[in-house]
C-alpha cells in the first residue's frame, strides 16, 4: 500500500515555549491599543534567533505563529478561549496579508467588551502598522 505524500501545511502554528515569547517580545516590533498589545516579526527572523538557542528542537513548517497572552484578570476562562478564538479566526480569514510573521497579542481586561466586528477591525489596522514597510533615511532623499 502506498502512502500519499500529499500532506497539507498548517496555515496558522502557535508559540509553544516562554524563550519563544522572549524572542517575539525583544526583537519585534510592538503596537500598543488600550485594550490590546500586538508584538510582531517577520518569521525569518525569529526562525534566525530561535536557531541560535541550545533548547531549540522544533520544525516550524506552517505560515503564521500566533501566541496569546490574555490574563486571568481579563475574565474567566470561557470568555478567555473566546477571546483567543476571535483573534485566531481574524488572523486565519485574513492570513495571506500577513503570512510569514510571527505575532504575540497581549489583551487586557476592556477586551472583552468589544464584539467580533469591532476586534477586528482594530486587529486589522494594528498589524497593517505593524507588517508595513518602515521610511528610512534613504527613501526620502
Do not use: W
Not at 23 to 32: E, M, Y
Not at 56 to 66: H, Q
Request: overall charge positive; some cysteine; glycine content about 4%.
Amino acid at each position: 500500500m502506498q502512502q500519499s505524500t500529499n500532506t497539507k501545511h498548517k496555515k496558522i502554528d502557535t508559540l509553544k515555549n516562554s524563550y519563544e515569547f522572549d524572542i517575539v517580545f525583544k526583537n519585534g516590533l510592538r503596537f500598543n491599543r488600550d485594550f490590546m498589545a500586538i508584538y510582531a516579526m517577520p518569521l525569518r527572523d525569529f526562525i534566525f534567533h530561535l536557531r541560535k538557542k541550545k533548547q531549540y528542537n522544533r520544525f516550524i513548517e506552517s505560515k503564521m505563529l500566533l501566541g496569546f497572552s490574555i490574563n486571568k484578570k481579563v475574565a474567566k476562562a470561557c470568555k478567555r478561549n473566546l477571546i483567543r478564538r476571535r483573534i485566531k479566526a481574524v488572523m486565519q480569514e485574513c492570513g495571506t496579508k500577513y503570512r510569514g510573521y510571527a505575532f504575540v497579542f497581549i489583551c487586557r481586561k476592556g477586551i472583552s467588551d468589544y464584539d467580533f466586528i469591532a476586534l477586528k477591525k482594530h486587529i486589522l489596522y494594528s498589524t497593517k502598522k505593524l507588517t508595513q514597510p518602515r521610511n528610512t533615511i534613504e527613501d526620502k532623499r
